[in-house]
């Protein structure tokens, strides 16, 4: 009886392995660019530390719609309402303790509303959802000199439609909506677009 043979292919003698020598230069190669890109990815600080630049600092969108009526109670618990400021340029500042974005660009936010309070600007600082002790101590482990509301309903994201923090809204003395932020704000895009309608 003849039996059939097996014939197995041989693989070709020309056929490539990976070398770890390769991969090894492939890596630092990797490392290498990394490290150069490094500085140019990660943003720089302005040279005062009271105005450090906010990471991933976005642009705002220019809207155009009457400001909703808001009332919450400060500090020191006593209500207030965005009526008691007719006739200045509001930011409105919607935060918490608890987030990150919102805590890096407090010193921004303070530094800009000190450099533009007496041309009838005002900066309102509306924490969202927490106890005022918690609050204030927040605010002052900050040294935060604008008027900062505690809003325990979060009446602020309802009534700008965002579940977003931070989120930040600019009304023009005519009570009008003229700009909205979702993200946190650094200095230069303030001074870009918040100065020009303080100086209308």
Same mark, same amino acid.
């Given at each position: 009886?003849?039996?059939?043979?097996?014939?197995?292919?041989?693989? /070709?003698?020309?056929?490539?392995?990976?070398?770890?020598?390769?991969?090894?230069?492939?890596?630092?190669?990797?490392?290498?660019?990394?490290?150069?890109?490094? /500085?140019?990815?990660?943003?720089?600080?302005?040279?005062?530390?009271?105005?450090?630049?906010?990471?991933? #600092?976005?642009?705002?969108?220019?809207?155009?719609?009457?400001?909703?009526?808001?009332?919450?109670?400060?500090?020191?618990?006593?209500?207030? #309402?965005?009526?008691?400021?007719?006739?200045?340029?509001?930011?409105?500042?919607?935060?918490?303790?608890?987030?990150?974005?919102?805590?890096?660009?407090?010193?921004?936010?303070?530094?800009?509303?000190?450099?533009?309070?007496?041309?009838?600007?005002?900066? &309102?600082?509306?924490?969202?959802?927490?106890?005022?002790?918690?609050?204030?101590?927040?605010?002052?482990?900050?040294?935060?000199?604008?008027?900062?509301?505690?809003?325990?309903?979060?009446?602020?994201?309802?009534?700008?439609?965002?579940?977003?923090?931070?989120?930040?809204?600019? &009304?023009?003395?005519?009570?009008?909506?003229?700009?909205?932020?979702?993200?946190?704000?650094?200095?230069?895009?303030? $001074?870009?677009?918040?100065?020009?309608?303080?100086? $209308?």
């Amino acid at each position: 009886m003849v039996r059939n043979k097996v014939v197995r292919k041989r693989r /070709p003698a020309n056929r490539k392995k990976n070398h770890p020598l390769s991969l090894i230069l492939i890596g630092a190669g990797l490392l290498f660019v990394g490290v150069v890109a490094l /500085p140019v990815l990660i943003p720089r600080g302005e040279s005062s530390s009271d105005r450090p630049e906010v990471i991933n #600092s976005v642009l705002p969108v220019e809207v155009n719609y009457p400001a909703p009526e808001l009332k919450a109670t400060d500090l020191l618990e006593q209500p207030v #309402s965005l009526s008691d400021y007719k006739g200045h340029v509001l930011l409105l500042n919607n935060w918490a303790t608890w987030c990150p974005p919102c805590k890096a660009e407090m010193p921004t936010l303070r530094s800009y509303y000190d450099d533009h309070k007496a041309d009838g600007f005002v900066l &309102i600082g509306i924490n969202a959802g927490e106890e005022s002790d918690q609050v204030a101590m927040f605010a002052s482990s900050l040294n935060l000199t604008f008027p900062v509301w505690v809003d325990l309903e979060e009446a602020s994201l309802r009534a700008f439609r965002t579940t977003s923090l931070p989120s930040s809204f600019v &009304i023009d003395r005519s009570g009008q909506v003229r700009l909205a932020w979702t993200g946190a704000i650094d200095r230069d895009a303030l $001074e870009e677009h918040v100065t020009p309608i303080i100086l $209308e």
